[in-house]
């Protein structure tokens, strides 16, 4: 499977983005998928996951701001952000779990700064 993510860009603290991912398969055969972010110097962190029976996991910076989605029929997962703050500024990647196996697509950048 491939991972096309999009929908990332500079915004002003307090706005909102919207990022996708697109999978080459059909994500019904994906156990779990989720977004994670790495800014400058630091480590990969999770941000939100999604498995298939509809359970979430999020970081405890973005709860209540964040919200992961899917839509079966576009193979799409999503991530609204919103209320965005300077430090959600990192390369967000979208992570699936194919047979075991994770799989991360591209990363694309959110800036948030004044």
């Known amino acids: 499977v491939q991972l096309q993510a999009s929908g990332g860009g500079s915004v002003q603290p307090g706005g909102s983005l919207k990022l996708s991912c697109v999978a080459s398969?059909?994500?019904?055969?994906?156990?779990?998928m989720g977004w994670y972010r790495q800014a400058p110097g630091k480590q990969r962190e999770l941000v939100a996951t999604?498995?298939?029976?509809?359970?979430?996991n999020k970081a405890e910076s973005v709860k209540g701001r964040f919200f992961i989605s899917r839509d079966y029929a576009k193979n799409t997962l999503f991530l609204q952000m919103n209320n965005l703050k300077p430090e959600d500024t990192a390369v967000y990647y979208c992570?699936?779990?194919?047979?075991?196996?994770?799989?991360w697509g591209q990363g694309t950048q959110v800036t948030v700064s004044s």
């Open positions: 398969t059909t994500i019904f055969s994906l156990k779990d």
């Open positions: 999604l498995t298939n029976g509809g359970r979430t």
């Open positions: 992570n699936a779990i194919d047979n075991g196996r994770p799989v």
